[in-house]
Each structure stands twice: as C-alpha cells, then as structure tokens.
C-alpha cells in the first residue's frame, strides 16, 4: 500500500522559512520522480518543485531561486526548503509521485499525500 504523508506546515510571517517533510512508505521513493503541488483557495492545484530520479531538480518559476527541494534515500523522505515567503505562497501543498518531471509538476502521478496548510502573512 503506497502511502505519502505530509508534515512541517504552519503559519509564518513574509520573509520566513519553513521546511515541509514527505515520508513515502509501500515503495523506495528513489524508484520515482518525485514532486510538491499547491492549491492557493479558488485556485487550481500547480505544480512547485520537482526532483528527478536522477537527481536533478526543476521549478515552477515564481519560486526558483527560493525553494528548494531534496530527498533523504536513507529515510525514504521527501523535503521542500521554503525561504524568502510571500503571502502568495499560502495554499495546501501535497507531495506526489509519478513518472517524470515536466516544470515544477510530476507527470502521470500514482499517489499524492493528503496536504499541509502553509499560511504566511504580510
């Protein structure tokens, strides 16, 4: 049973940090490509950060250069760095897993987490 769970959401100020964690379990989530999604209120769910399975990361572009997003092999855990937040971050964010990247998205996904509530005020 393939199961993402998400943690590390929260309210902080613009200009704060946050770290959201996603552990994967039911399969080695190296075998993936691996992504975070948001959905801001009235809002369809975009695609953020994406990892590769070789490695190699991509951006949507309102957050390059501000996010950042890894994964711990050892742990089967997924983590995006979230520096620099504007209030235009606020939204539910979900990690996913699928077959390739494309932009800040994963495409084909096979199973997404039940989300974490990010809110950053001004």
């Known amino acids: 049973q393939v199961q993402l769970a998400e943690s590390g959401g929260g309210s902080v100020q613009a200009g704060g940090s946050l770290r959201l964690s996603c552990a994967v379990s039911?399969?080695?989530?190296?075998?993936?490509?691996m992504a975070w999604f948001r959905q801001a209120p009235g809002k369809g769910r975009e695609g953020v950060a994406c990892?590769?399975?070789?490695?190699?990361?991509s951006y949507e572009i309102s957050v390059k250069g501000r996010f950042t997003i890894s994964s711990d092999n050892a742990k089967n855990t997924l983590y995006l760095q979230m520096n620099s937040l504007k209030p235009e971050d606020t939204a539910v964010y979900y990690c996913a897993t699928g077959e390739y990247c494309s932009g800040g998205s994963v495409m084909s996904p096979n199973a997404w987490g039940q989300g974490t509530q990010v809110t950053v005020s001004s």
């Open positions: 039911g399969y080695t989530a190296s075998s993936y490509s």
């Open positions: 990892l590769w399975r070789d490695g190699s990361t």
